[in-house]
């Protein structure tokens, strides 16, 4: 009887060890940081609701944090186990071509007033570029015109009609990255 009860025990200790082993594989340690993270030109830290995470020398933020900041959609497909992260959509928020106007020429006058002179020409354009609406303004500080009549571009300032997130891209300066203004900006400002 005696040998039975040990050797019941043994076997039971050694499907537990077992059973915590295969448990412990599947678990990973990671560090939590508190790293500032900028992302065009912008910290993000604010937006994050989820701890920074390090783990084997990579960082980690949570996708549904990353797609807040960028204002995307995400969804999860419980059934096909799928995560489809896209830019929001829905309502048009700017379908006023004078609004648009009136607002990349603001953004021009805030960040270029000093380039601006009697010779500066502009062009508002209506564009479509995949799924997204634009409204898009060239700039030429210096008056001059392409073959087609509008202005050589010294600057663009790019409206996104979806949600209201501004681009601008001075083509003057070849290593300067764009500056993206984000609705959120504006609003804090």
Not at 11 to 28: D, F, P, S, Y
Not at 71 to 96: A, F, P, S, V, Y
Not at 150 to 171: A, C, E, F, M, N
Request: glycine share 6%.
């Amino acid at each position: 009887m005696k040998k039975r009860k040990i050797c019941i025990s043994v076997m039971i200790m050694m499907v537990i060890g077992v059973t915590v082993l295969a448990a412990a594989e599947n678990k990973i340690e990671a560090n939590i940081v508190n790293y500032m993270i900028v992302a065009d030109d912008a910290p993000m830290n604010d937006y994050l609701g989820d701890p920074i995470i390090s783990y084997k020398d990579r960082t980690y933020v949570s996708l549904r944090d990353y797609a807040n900041y960028y204002d995307k959609d995400i969804e999860w497909d419980e059934e096909l186990e799928m995560i489809t992260m896209q830019d929001k959509r829905g309502e048009i928020i700017i379908n006023d071509e004078e609004t648009g106007e009136a607002i990349c020429n603001a953004v021009l006058h805030e960040h270029f007033a000093d380039r601006i002179t009697d010779k500066t020409i502009s062009l508002l354009r209506d564009v479509s570029i995949g799924r997204d609406l634009y409204y898009i303004l060239d700039v030429s500080f210096g008056g001059y015109v392409n073959y087609f009549g509008g202005p050589v571009q010294d600057v663009q300032v790019v409206l996104s009609r979806y949600t209201g997130k501004i681009t601008i891209k001075d083509l003057e300066d070849s290593n300067q990255n764009p500056h993206i203004i984000l609705p959120r900006e504006r609003a804090d400002n």
